[in-house]
């Protein structure tokens, strides 16, 4: 099974940027659909973004032009640089493996889920 450490979080200003990383040991994932979620408080973990072994990326539509996902398979490392961040972006990020398809419910994750990185924008 896969081991997932999520960092890069913190305290941002509406407006500001945040890239945030998340690293896989245990094995490669550089055949696996990444994906990147999120929950904050009081609501359901929700997809954010996911990128193919081919690097074809997918987007909720409350982050499109403003997120994106990118990987980098020497580093077995999956990235999300968000621009442009609102306060309804503030929330605990996750990433996990993803099957093929289906992969905008984490239900179908498909290794444990780590300890998250927060990310709160706020004046």
């Known amino acids: 099974q896969v081991r997932l450490v999520e960092s890069g979080g913190g305290v941002v200003q509406p407006g500001g940027s945040l890239r945030l990383a998340c690293a896989a040991s245990?094995?490669?994932?550089?055949?696996?659909?990444m994906g990147w979620f999120r929950q904050s408080q009081g609501r359901e973990r929700e997809f954010v973004a996911a990128?193919?072994?081919?690097?074809?990326?997918d987007y909720t539509d409350s982050v499109k032009g403003r997120f994106t996902i990118s990987r980098d398979n020497a580093k077995n490392t999956v990235y999300l640089q968000m621009n442009s961040l609102k306060p309804e972006d503030t929330a605990v990020y996750y990433c996990?493996?993803?099957?093929?398809?289906?992969?905008?419910?984490?239900?179908?994750?498909?290794?444990?889920w780590g300890q998250g990185t927060l990310v709160t924008v706020s004046s």
């Open positions: 245990g094995r490669t994932i550089r055949s696996n659909t």
């Open positions: 990128i193919t072994w081919t690097s074809t990326a």
């Open positions: 996990n493996t993803l099957p093929s398809g289906g992969w905008d419910n984490p239900q179908n994750a498909l290794d444990a």
